[in-house]
């Protein structure tokens, strides 16, 4: 099983949901900054802010199979 966001209730469950962790923190600096540009009147530009999420293994996720050679 796999959760999404990483919330601070992860801790508490059993066995440690697996998760995906998103940098939360740059997403909203960037909405931000991109806003107080355009109410500022700075030209829009058609772009896309691409942000790398961090995949956290806990206990909810098992190893994979072993490989016998």
Do not use: W
């Not at 601070?8 to 697996?18: E, K, N, Q």
């Amino acid at each position: 099983m796999v959760g999404y966001d990483d919330s601070p209730l992860i801790a508490f469950t059993d066995p440690p949901l697996t998760t995906v962790r998103q940098p939360v923190h740059s997403m909203v600096t960037a909405a931000v900054h991109t806003l107080l540009e355009a109410v500022a009147g700075a030209p829009m530009h058609n772009s896309e802010l691409v942000f790398q999420p961090e995949f956290i293994v806990r206990g909810s996720t098992g190893s994979g199979p072993k490989i016998i050679r």
